[in-house]
């Protein structure tokens, strides 16, 4: 684990970086991240629509972008469980759920990933949609991961992407910006550490995506913001 003043200089800029976002902008408010789910969502809808008992676990479910979609869209009868360390996220997340008439689908977890657990065969769905690059280290990553595994019913499926080979740089003289995330990865390093990780389990995609690029404001600079993205989709054999 990398050391602890890093480390919590790390999860106090996520922390910040997010709060002011959810504070600035509303959840599926047009112009933001936050407009649509991920774009692997309409297909887990189309999945898992229909079947009864439904659980789904989003790891880092923010103010419920992912959650709210599956919860309005699946049975009556699903529980989805989103487990978030911000607080005033997990806040806005309940007045999203109400709001849009799912408050008795989602369950609210208002702790940090690494620390919670489930009895096993629990989910049929675990997600974690750009959160897992927040772990406090690889080895955590490969931990919480691992557990999900065991908590995953069989015919269940994880749907996992995360960013890789972060880059940040100054937009007018491209100098390289110092930024802090809680674990950096590289794309080929865990592409194969994934592969290892789902052995044994059908995987029906694993791999890249298209690289993320933006400019934005930085600590009042306009940087250009990088990273190779990378996902896993695997189903749990019976």
């Not at 103010?63 to 469980?81: C, Q």
């Not at 689908?105 to 990933?113: C, G, L, Q, R």
Request: contains cysteine; negative net charge; charged residues 25%.
């Amino acid at each position: 684990m990398q050391e602890e003043s890093t480390l919590t200089r790390a999860r106090a800029e996520t922390i910040s970086y997010h709060t002011q976002y959810y504070t600035k902008h509303k959840l599926f408010e047009s112009g933001s991240w936050l407009e649509v789910p991920d774009v692997g969502v309409p297909a887990l809808i189309e999945r898992f629509a229909g079947k009864p008992d439904i659980r789904v676990l989003d790891l880092g479910a923010g103010v419920g972008r992912n959650a709210i979609a599956l919860a309005a869209a699946l049975p009556d009868d699903t529980r989805v469980t989103c487990v978030e360390l911000i607080q005033a996220a997990t806040d806005l997340l309940g007045e999203y759920a109400t709001q849009h008439h799912v408050s008795e689908k989602i369950i609210v977890v208002n702790e940090d990933f690494e620390k919670v657990s489930f009895p096993e065969n629990e989910f049929n769905l675990v997600l974690g949609i750009s959160t897992l690059e927040h772990c406090s280290s690889q080895d955590s990553i490969v931990a919480l991961i691992e557990s999900a595994k065991k908590w995953t019913r069989e015919g269940g499926m994880h749907f996992i992407n995360f960013s890789t080979d972060r880059k940040v740089v100054d937009h007018v003289t491209g100098e390289s910006i110092e930024t802090f995330v809680e674990t950096r990865l590289k794309k080929d390093e865990w592409l194969s550490e994934l592969a290892r990780l789902y052995q044994g389990w059908d995987i029906e995609f694993l791999g890249s995506l298209p690289p993320y690029s933006e400019v934005l404001m930085y600590n009042g600079k306009q940087v250009v913001w990088s990273s190779n993205e990378i996902e896993v989709r695997a189903v749990k054999k019976g």
